[in-house]
């Protein structure tokens, strides 16, 4: 199992947030214990969550500690001034009674209670409510910044294995006089005759435009193919070439052009 694809799976984050499975919850306890860069990869997890709710923490009103408070002062006022208006009766019955008064007391009190649990509940509720609709914004961000990493890391990766190929050449096509901060690089694996392209600073070509690799064969050129931006591999493969003296991109008509357009070539490089 690889390590470090089943810490960025996203199990980790479900883990943490008591969302994950009994079973999965069971096997990530089982590798924690016996991995360390796992068990690190949950203390991150929970280190950022309990950043976040630090972050966006929203404390409950100002006012409603005063509002509590006063209403019970109030009650309490009401509670003395009905004891003080209670006569004493002048004979002790048998049995005595308790006064009516004195048995609603008991319910105010339970009345307030209930009052304070509800504001607190519904404050509560406000302040886990924001603080769950901000975590869930920030790990939409991380998501998203991890996905970036993800395909940063093969991008380079796809890149590395390229150029560590046995019999593959690296050849830079720097941008011509009008485009001189441009640059691609073509990978041309000697053996298979197979070309790769790169755009490394290329602008996104227009909706009806795209970029197309030529290869200088014979003095002549020779069309390889179109670059597709909206594809998720930033190298791409092109077609094959038995010899070329040169590489070079133009951008053309989408689709591309059987003969190139001088004026809007870009860069350009020697085998």
């Given at each position: ?7 960025s ?12 499975s009994e ?13 360390p ?21 929203i404390a409950?009103p100002p006012?409603?500690?005063?509002a509590?408070w006063?209403?019970i ?10 004891e003080?208006?209670?006569v004493?009766?002048v004979?002790t019955p048998l049995y005595?009674?308790?006064s009516?008064e ?11 209670a ?7 509940s ?11 609709n901000?975590?869930k914004e920030?790990l939409?961000t ?21 150029v560590?190929?046995?019999n ?6 720097l ?8 640059k691609?690089?073509?990978y041309f694996?000697?053996?298979s ?19 197309q690799?030529w290869?200088?064969v ?8 179109v670059?597709?931006?909206n ?9 094959a ?9 133009t951008l053309?008509k ?5 003969s190139p ?7 350009m490089?020697?085998?």
């Amino acid at each position: 199992m690889d390590i470090k694809e089943y810490i960025s799976s996203g199990i980790i984050e479900a883990y943490v947030m008591g969302l994950a499975s009994e079973e999965e919850t069971r096997i990530l306890d089982c590798i924690q214990s016996n991995n360390p860069e796992v068990k690190q990869a949950i203390l991150d997890a929970q280190n950022t969550l309990e950043d976040f709710a630090s972050q966006q923490a929203i404390a409950p009103p100002p006012a409603l500690k005063s509002a509590i408070w006063a209403k019970i002062s109030e009650e309490n006022q009401e509670n003395n001034e009905i004891e003080e208006s209670v006569v004493e009766p002048v004979t002790t019955p048998l049995y005595p009674s308790q006064s009516i008064e004195n048995n609603k007391a008991p319910l105010k009190w339970f009345a307030i209670a209930a009052t304070i649990l509800l504001v607190a509940s519904i404050s509560l509720n406000l302040y886990f409510n924001n603080t769950q609709n901000s975590i869930k914004e920030q790990l939409a961000t991380l998501t998203t910044a991890q996905k970036n990493n993800e395909l940063a890391y093969q991008d380079l990766k796809s890149k590395w294995d390229l150029v560590n190929r046995p019999n593959v050449k690296t050849i830079p096509l720097l941008g011509v006089e009008k485009h001189p901060d441009m640059k691609a690089v073509v990978y041309f694996e000697q053996n298979s005759n197979d070309v790769y392209l790169a755009l490394e600073n290329l602008p996104v070509a227009p909706q009806d435009q795209q970029y197309q690799l030529w290869a200088i064969v014979d003095g002549k050129p020779v069309s390889l193919g179109v670059f597709d931006q909206n594809a998720a591999a930033s190298v791409q493969k092109m077609t094959a070439v038995t010899s070329a003296q040169a590489f070079a991109i133009t951008l053309e008509k989408r689709g591309g052009v059987a003969s190139p357009t001088m004026e809007n070539m870009y860069v350009m490089g020697k085998v």
